[in-house]
């Protein structure tokens, strides 16, 4: 069932976060904070926490084919966002699935590739199916500085170099890439758009924390949900940077790794 409606309706696939910052619980929580309705295709079962990924269990193919198909046959999405993928097959398989059941549901593309804590969440091979299968379906990329380098093999590390990684990756078939500047340094972090027709720059005050596990997931999220309800791509990256900013200003400060950031604090400011 295809969007239109503007109901705010966001399918997610991704992997599961038993730690609960990043991943699906991340994305469940970021869209929700904003007023949409997370559906969900686990791509992925990973044991980790605020110090890392200690072990990952896949999905078969199947299951999260048959996930994304059962939602979008019967409750359908106005936005769809994908993260961890993990493999080539399965990067394939959601590719397959987005073109014959997707057609024209807006996509964010996360190119999940290493997790906060280092640990690779991307297979080599699936870089590749990502850049041929995926990126020309995606309406945003939002790689990270580093995933920016890895992509396009360029260096990326001051906003007239994450302009140009953006460039590159519009010029391979992304409609928009949002380079993301949070793993660079400077007061100031820079989040790049570029599209074919134009390049803007969104600066946020850089936060002085260790709160930051699960941030390109929530951005992520965040972006789709607000495209979901309707949004321009520029409003909804705006919005969704406010959001995120103040997440991670009011960070819990749990566990003693990368923390989570404070995902429903709209949701709390709205019952005061």
């Not at 969900?40 to 199947?62: K, R």
């Amino acid at each position: 069932m295809l969007g239109g409606s503007h109901r705010g309706r966001v399918l997610i696939v991704a992997g599961s976060d038993s730690g609960g910052g990043a991943g699906i619980q991340a994305d469940i929580k970021a869209v929700s904070a904003a007023g949409g309705y997370a559906a969900t295709a686990i791509t992925a079962l990973t044991v980790q926490n605020t110090l890392g990924v200690s072990a990952i269990h896949p999905v078969p193919l199947d299951i999260i084919e048959g996930q994304m198909r059962a939602v979008l046959e019967d409750i359908g999405a106005d936005a769809i966002k994908t993260g961890m993928l993990a493999t080539s097959g399965v990067v394939s398989r959601v590719a397959r699935v987005l073109k014959q059941a997707a057609a024209g549901i807006p996509l964010v593309l996360d190119p999940v590739m290493v997790a906060t804590s280092g640990d690779v969440l991307l297979e080599e091979d699936a870089i590749a199916a990502v850049l041929d299968e995926l990126l020309p379906l995606a309406t945003l990329l939002t790689p990270n500085a580093p995933e920016a380098a890895r992509l396009t093999g360029l260096p990326v590390t001051n906003p007239g170099e994450q302009a140009a990684a953006g460039r590159a990756l519009v010029e391979a078939g992304a409609r928009a890439v949002l380079v993301k500047g949070g793993h660079l340094t400077g007061p100031v972090v820079h989040d790049v758009l570029v599209t074919a027709r134009e390049m803007r720059v969104f600066e946020t005050p850089r936060l002085d924390t260790r709160n930051t596990h699960g941030t390109g997931c929530t951005l992520a999220s965040a972006i789709a949900a607000r495209l979901a309800q309707g949004m321009e791509l520029p409003q909804a990256i705006e919005g969704a940077g406010r959001y995120l900013h103040e997440a991670i200003a009011r960070a819990p400060g749990f566990g003693s790794g990368k923390g989570p950031v404070d995902h429903v604090w709209t949701l709390r400011e709205a019952l005061r």
